[in-house]
């Protein structure tokens, strides 16, 4: 008699966690919903207004000052024709040669990145321009799964909203180009003392090859990097 009701007990209590499960289920399901529809509001506003900020440039600050060293933030946001069309085709021809081809995902680079994995080699990266401007804008440099899951949900929306013309203008504007160093504009006043307007096909082979790692690239030391996004330009008709 002790035994059935112990089991009788047992499962009541256990039944009585389903209703906590799914109001959890529920409530979390309601908050990723929400967050979605925050940031893909946030992406159908960029068709028109500048970022003011992004996560990275949060992040960068935070860091900041959680280490206490200096922090100034270089950022101007300029049209896209102002910078130069060298300029452009080097940072399309370096980070993402089928821009122009995509509609977000370069399934044919996560393949060789994938057999790259499977085989046991240098890992290749297969991130676009477009989930490099929603994971600059949203999420920062931090990796995770939940990151990427985010971020492949959000990059359709940018697509569709914003076009490959302002998806471009906005990436060449907000990327980060060195330590608290945004932009073209910035980069280009940096580096070479001229505008994202000026700066010539050398400079922005140099300046494109330095995306991948801009805290610890710079580009006079970029000869061999910035000669191949030279001639991927050329091999692209630029």
Sequence with gaps: MTASSDLRSRI??????LPTLWIFARWLVLCVASLWSLAALTLLAARWIDPPSTAVHIQRRFQAWIHGTPYHERYRFIPLNQISPDLQHAVIAAEDSRF???HGFDWHEIEIAAEDDLDGGRTRGASTI???LVKNLFFG????VLRKGAEAALVP???FV????RILEIYLNVVEWGPGIYGAESA???YYGTTARNTDRQQAAR???ILPAPRRRRPERMNNYSALILERMRQMGW
């Design 141 to 144: 440099t931090g990796r995770s």
């Design 188 to 190: 280009s006043h940096y």
């Design 157 to 159: 929306v940018a697509e």
């Design 207 to 209: 300046l494109a090859a």
């Design 12 to 17: 009541s209590h256990r039944k009585g966690y």
């Design 162 to 165: 914003l076009g490959k013309r």
């Design 100 to 102: 122009y081809q995509h």
């Design 130 to 132: 477009t989930q490099q």
